[in-house]
């Protein structure tokens, strides 16, 4: 059974870093894309920064130029760096993968758990 599991959120202040890290195991036959989404209270879950199998990136862009996205194929993780955090960027970050668990079938979508991050002003 699939299963991406979170860590690295916590309380910061702003103009700080944290480092996402979201490691996914089980079952697992190949990983195309993998991104981190983020939902605050009140609002919709919006993605915040995608990576392809091929390092394709793509970022939400209230996040460009202070976020990074990253894999490590070998071990089945994804990164965000998170730099230069505003107010604005608590949230609960989730982290998404598009995963085949054979070669005879196409890609699900998976979820993490979800971690808390919150910069202080």
């Known amino acids: 059974q699939v299963r991406l599991v979170e860590s690295g959120g916590g309380l910061v202040q702003s103009g700080g870093s944290l480092r996402l890290s979201c490691a996914a195991s089980?079952?697992?036959?190949?990983?195309?894309?993998m991104g981190w989404y983020r939902q605050a209270p009140g609002n919709q879950r919006e993605l915040v920064a995608l990576?392809?199998?091929?390092?394709?990136?793509n970022y939400a862009d209230s996040v460009k130029g202070r976020f990074t996205i990253s894999r490590d194929n070998a071990k089945n993780t994804v990164f965000l760096q998170m730099n230069s955090l505003k107010p604005e960027d608590t949230a609960v970050y989730f982290c998404?993968?598009?995963?085949?668990?054979?070669?005879?079938?196409?890609?699900?979508?998976?979820w993490g758990q979800g971690t808390q991050v919150t910069v202080s002003s």
């Open positions: 998404n993968a598009r995963i085949s668990t054979s070669p005879n079938m196409g890609p699900n979508n998976y």
């Open positions: 089980g079952g697992i036959f190949s990983i195309r894309a």
């Open positions: 990576i392809t199998n091929g390092d394709n990136t």
